[in-house]
């Protein structure tokens, strides 16, 4: 049983059952009294928390490469702006009523355990409820590695109170150090997997992205890690961590004095660590146990911190709960972010105030396609902007903008480019040349025009912005795929497909490392890069002079198909493939329509940019030396109408 992972027997005969029981490998002991059971219990309990920790890890080469554009994940950058958030947000007494609500609807802790922090919790005892009881523990390492918005919200104010208790006591222990570097240890269970990452990582970066509990004695962390190594999949870890006092990147303390838990020199560091890492050795012969050596650092690559600048700043806001609500939108979280700028509104007394929240909630609705919703609320927004605002106003300008972006996902084109003028009209005269704000106005114009087919004027806005980006932006910014996304569809639509695959496959290296894996922006992409991938593969299908229908079947795997997509028109040109050097006879040129459809199921890998489109690959791969497109399967079975196949030789494809 998969949900079954420890078991405990009690029994009034130790040596009898002892010998039966090692037969079965999930007994984890034999206890004669329920004391040792539930001693066993709590250990096993925190077993399970130090092995499922978030960690992120990061390459020696991927920290030299130049097409590594930041040095972490994802979660590592949104996480620590999540922290920086709600450490900066008042919280009160009703926070924590908030919090026990909360905890007994979603049965987070037993009844007594929930009672007992409603009665006996402040703001200095968050370290003693950390180490108390499982309830808090458990249920903060939990959101911190799974990110849900709801829990994380109704635990800002222990996070704030935990992380602010450490920095006090780093604070007061800091001389005690005297400046000389100290050693700690943590034991834990890593995946197969994770440990690969690791072994890949060594002179790399590791980050611990929750709290960070660890032992100044190696032998408590030498007995986590070899009870994490008798599992089958798990690879038991000891940290061995040298902690130089100097480096301030997170506070960190010893917490004997404060702990529920006696005789163990416990240091607790706040969330977010990044160590560097050292050697990595086999312990006892067993391959399923190691020592790693880590080096506290502090993390000062420059394109990470630019990265990071940018997303504080989209994150802006004049409170933290302003700041959260726009972290919520950059990440996808739009049903959170609902339910947080529904409570706002209704806190809010000033007319602005107010104005903001309508155009957010706008944005909610509109990023989930109910545009009809998302005007209401927008022009609501515009209302109480006109009224209340001077006529060159940013705030105009910014519901001048949304309600062209309505217009546009609803079909009105020339309503949408009568709003987003008059956005750009309010930005040149209010903002600098460069600022980022037009970089948005030009490209919404250009993308009004794409929608038109205006792809001449659609190129020159979109130009425009990308002119701005390079400017303003750092080069892995989000806004900066934007940009290249939306010049690569241009492309796309015009046929001239080798630039838009250039295009779109810029915007998926930036979006790959500044988003999360779920954001739709990274789907989507992935997506049209696979359409057009499968379109220079079907290629292929032309027979000079003649329209095909049906589907591809490679010779070299005749058990896969491609089926093509439809209505696609394009001009090729096919070249003998038997003549090598850039020496090859032209067969012929034409232009056709393929018409049938194409299943989400089937993928290409693409060699240039090493992208792994999916699982089910198509094994047919694309080489592109000189500009020019091969296909490594020359001859290519295509069924023609009359359901015979027709082999045919491929070679040098180039577009017009």
């Not at 980050?207 to 890690?225: G, P, R, W």
């Not at 000079?544 to 997509?565: D, E, F, H």
């Not at 696609?568 to 040129?589: F, H, R």
Request: proline fraction near 3%; charged fraction near 20%; glycine fraction near 6%.
């Amino acid at each position: 049983m998969s949900q079954l992972d420890t078991i405990y027997v009690l029994c009034g005969n130790k040596s009898k059952h002892k010998k039966w029981a090692k037969n079965w490998i999930k007994i984890k002991g034999v206890h004669t009294n329920i004391k040792e059971i539930c001693e066993a219990l709590q250990l096993a309990i925190k077993q399970r928390d130090q092995d499922t920790i978030a960690v992120s890890f990061l390459t020696v080469n991927e920290m030299t490469s130049t097409d590594n554009l930041n040095q972490l994940e994802p979660t590592f950058m949104y996480t620590q702006i999540f922290k920086e958030i709600l450490l900066d947000m008042g919280h009160d007494n009703q926070a924590i009523s908030d919090f026990i609500t909360y905890s007994r609807r979603n049965n987070s802790g037993s009844s007594i355990n929930i009672n007992r922090f409603e009665k006996e919790y402040h703001s200095q005892s968050a370290i003693r409820w950390y180490t108390l009881t499982p309830f808090i523990y458990c249920m903060l390492n939990d959101v911190l590695r799974s990110m849900e918005v709801n829990t994380i919200i109704n635990m800002g104010f222990f996070i704030r109170d935990l992380h602010q208790q450490i920095q006090r006591l780093y604070q007061q222990q800091i001389t005690k150090y005297h400046q000389k570097p100290f050693i700690v240890y943590r034991g834990q269970g890593l995946s197969k997997e994770n440990f690969e990452k690791l072994q890949k990582s060594e002179g790399g970066l590791i980050s611990f992205n929750n709290f960070l509990s660890t032992s100044t004695e190696k032998d408590i962390s030498l007995v986590f890690a070899r009870s994490a190594s008798e599992k089958v999949d798990m690879v038991g870890i000891v940290f061995k961590m040298l902690i130089d006092p100097r480096i301030k990147s997170v506070p960190f303390a010893f917490i004997t004095e404060v702990s529920s838990f006696d005789g163990e020199d416990e240091v607790l560091f706040s969330m977010h660590t990044v160590f560097r890492v050292g050697a990595i050795q086999q312990m006892d012969n067993n391959n399923q146990l190691y020592q790693v050596e880590l080096k506290l650092t502090s993390d000062d690559d420059q394109q990470l911190r630019l990265l990071t600048d940018w997303i504080r700043e989209e994150a802006a806001g004049i409170t933290g709960w302003q700041r959260l609500g726009h972290l919520l939108l950059k990440i996808g979280q739009f049903n959170q972010a609902e339910e947080l700028y529904n409570a706002l509104l209704k806190q809010a007394s000033d007319e602005s105030e107010k104005a903001l929240y309508y155009n957010q909630l706008g944005g909610v609705h509109f990023n989930q396609g109910n545009y009809e919703k998302a005007a209401r609320y927008f022009e609501q927004g515009l209302e109480i902007c006109q009224k209340a605002l001077p006529s060159k106003h940013s705030h105009l300008a910014t519901s001048c903008n949304n309600i062209g972006s309505v217009y546009k996902k609803m079909g009105e084109y020339s309503k949408a480019l009568l709003f987003y003028e008059k956005d750009f009209e309010i930005c040149q005269k209010t903002l600098p040349s460069d600022h980022p704000k037009l970089a948005t106005s030009c490209n919404n114009i250009g993308s009004v025009y794409k929608k038109m087919g205006d792809y001449s004027k659609a190129l020159l806005f979109y130009g425009k912005t990308l002119e701005i980006c390079q400017k303003t932006l750092p080069p892995n910014h989000p806004h900066f795929a934007i940009s290249c996304n939306n010049i690569g569809l241009v492309y796309d639509n015009m046929s001239e497909y080798s630039k838009a695959l250039s295009y779109l496959e810029r915007a998926l290296n930036i979006w790959q490392r500044a988003l999360p894996p779920t954001h739709p922006d990274i789907k989507s992409v992935k997506q049209i890069i696979m359409l057009r991938l499968l379109l220079l593969v079907c290629l292929a299908h032309l027979v000079v002079g003649r329209t095909i229908t049906g589907n591809i079947v490679l010779k070299s795997n005749p058990g896969k198909t491609i089926v093509l997509p439809n209505g696609c028109q394009y001009i090729v040109q096919v070249v003998d493939a038997s003549l090598a050097d850039g020496k090859a006879t032209e067969l012929g040129t034409t232009q056709y329509t393929l018409v049938s459809s194409l299943p989400q199921s089937y993928t290409v890998t693409y060699v240039p940019s090493g992208l792994p489109m999916g699982s089910d690959s198509l094994q047919a791969q694309i080489k592109c030396p000189n500009g020019h497109m091969y296909i490594n399967d020359h001859r290519i079975s295509v069924p023609d109408k009359e359901g015979d196949n027709i082999t045919i030789d491929i070679g040098v494809i180039s577009h017009h």
